[in-house]
């Protein structure tokens, strides 16, 4: 059976509205897990956006001595420092806070130096410096970012659909960029600019993904003028559906490759923006179209209002 | 829409020959090409490439306390004047906050104070008037303070010249094309690609080197130092010369590095590394009365208010030219000499920010990089042909069409590539396919709906467009505000994403468009391949 599109039934007809509640359920009770994660345990903040140094260190044929090192930084009075090996025994990562009143970038050269003398023969193959005030800075542009997408999303979605349509398509986006966070609150994953960039995709591809769906919805709407609401979704998601999974699928294909042999740095945005593909496609058809009928059912008994600006009789 | 217009098919091919013009020089080996073909190659950030990302900050704290401190001095020299009948007797000579207090003893002379203060201190601004204001307050006292505009237009001339030393230190030190760029206000930003030493680099780059020779003070005793108690007029400075801790010196500098006409490293007469160098005309008039009268005594070199060596001086110098001494090591000599020809920064600069990504790391990341865009797209063809067949395949040649286009763009505008910049092609790849997906999902309900197979693909590309272009104009959003965030890496994903979205959409859109076209008319097909 080739090409493989025929195995994919083009008559769909599951009954997708009907399990809205059972989702609806999951979903709240998974965005609300997230909210409770950003208190506890809250979100695993990169240098980046803590400040700080990340200096890797290579020892060459030997392995490093992670004791001795810990002893010559200790002698630096930096505080809580971090010293652990990773992938090889001769790699080794050391992490710290620069110390209040300290300059950060004389810190890592006298960090290097005691490292160097202690060691010997090293080389640092990473290193990695925010400052403080850089942090804050990136912080604010991090958080301003999303805020900014999320804003201009939404100005998007009022130009483009009447208020319900909006509705929908605004619940679907937060949902997404919560449970995104919810990932990487669960995954312990290092919260870093490459993760926002991250999120600003997912922001992006859920808005995309609900737009095609609410394309068709709008068009059906025009054509079965009499369809109520929950069939004229339910007609919608099965129509979209081939497209929705070969999408998807080619989305997933490409960016598994990325996560399996991108590399240990890029690995945290590939994850996070395979669940994105994931969670964006669910969110479209199960948290945007039912929002819309939520809103739509609601006013079932008045005369004009479901989608439709005709009267919709059920 | 499947009409094969001569301006279509032109567009096809013009967009095929740009893709596989600029994306050439990056599959063949430097000047390979000849000398008339395009040459630019994709750029690749210090991720990729290996390199040292530093981000420096003027440290305006610094620069201020050392703009108040200087026009200290200026003030004690006017009041001075140059001949002992111009001398005002002054009291309480000091910064206070952001202002400078001083009290003139005698009253009748608080008006001649004034006048000479307010007549000569400070610059003339671009916008007339000085960037000092001198006040008379009570109780004979005048306050002298940099009008507030001043301030900012010291940091900015401060980032301004730091820029130039920083880059004749570099160029210097041999570092391989570093792009040093101003960020900001008070920020400048250091790009050197290749294997070089950061922490050299910064050691280099961050340090004042303002060299001063001042007088040795020995009329002062240990005691009175102990007890504080050193003359206005001297300052007390620690010392690097081994002999002894701290040295009482003349604040006022004989000479100043400003003064050096050259400076390289050398040897003294006990063959220990050294520093050589000349003195201008202003410096070496000034050296050499200083030296003729102050023959037997001490005088120190300073640099960045530590003294490397206080040497006697045995005679006059009026050749011009000397030798730093010091505990130096043929590296530090040379750097000092260095540091020295590049002239003082006008105040530290400090690191707020560093990524240091080794060559082989990067080389590292560049392999990965490759291997997972190949594993990517080789699933991606692999799994729409599997989808469509033979439009699977028309899509497939829009997606060869469409990394060309990208890649040859990015090349042409010297634009970026950073690793999570490959990330975003992998993405736009996906993103690209999905184009062709809404085409052909439209065609088959169109078919499916009972119109005839041609009408049916018409009806297709005509249908999905503005859900392509709605799609995508969410990603254009995303992508434009990830631009704006400003830093490199994220910044090169949000420019392969967004070049990504307009060439993918032209691609999947006209290519495709255009291949099947040519397959209806070639095989004046009655049924599409999908339905």
Redesign the interface.
Known sequence: M????KLIP?DTHFPFVSLARLFATLSIIAVLATVAGFFYPGLNLGI?FKGGTVLELNTGAKPVELGKVRGALTALNLGDIQVQTFGKPNDAVVRFQTPAGQ????I??RV??AISQTLGAV?????????P??SGE?KI??VG?LL??VG??LL?IWF?FELQFGLGAVVALFHDLTLSFGLILLLRLEFS??L??AL??I???S???T??VF?RLRENRRKYKRMPLRDLIDLSVN??L??TV??G???L??????A????E??RP??IV?LFGIVIGTYSSIYVASPIILLWGAKKEDEPALPIAPQPARP | MLALTRWKIGLVLASLLFGLIFTLPNLVPPNFLPAWAPQQRLSLGLDLQGGSYLLMEVDTAALKKERLTNLTEDIRTKLHGDQAAEQIAFTGLGVVGDTIGVRITDPTQLDAAYKRLNDSLGERLLTGGRDVTVQIKPDQHIEVAFVPQAAHAAAVDAVTRSIEIIRKRIDAMGAKEPLITQQGAARIVIEAPGESDPEKLKAVIGKTAKLTFQMVDTAVTPEEIAAGGIPPDDEVLPSDDGYTQSYVLKRRSVVTGEMLTSASGSHDENNLPAVAFSFNGQGTSRFAAVSSQNIGKNFAIVLDKRVISAPVIRSAITGGSGEITGHFTEESAHDLALLLKSGALPAPLNVVEQHTVGAELGADAVKAGELSIIIGAALIFTFILLAYGLFGGFAAVALVVNGLMIVGAMSLFHATLTLPGVAGLVLTLAVAVDANVLIYERMRDEARSGRPAMSAADAGFRRALTTIIDANATTVVAAVIMFNLGAGPVKGFALTLLIGVFTSVFTAVLITQVLIGWWFRAFRAKTLPIS
């Open positions: 080739w090409p493989l599109i083009h980046d300059l950060p970038g004389v890592v050269t290097k130096a080389t640092f193959p990473r290193t990695d410096v925010v400052g005030e850089v990136l542009k991090g970012a900014a997408a201009l999303m998007y483009r600019l490459n926002i960039a600003l995709t922001i992006g591809y808005m995309n993904d737009v095609v394309d129509e979209t081939s497209r070969i999408t699928v080619t989305a294909l490409a960016l598994s490759g990325l399996v042999f991108g590399g740095s890029l945005l590939s923006l």
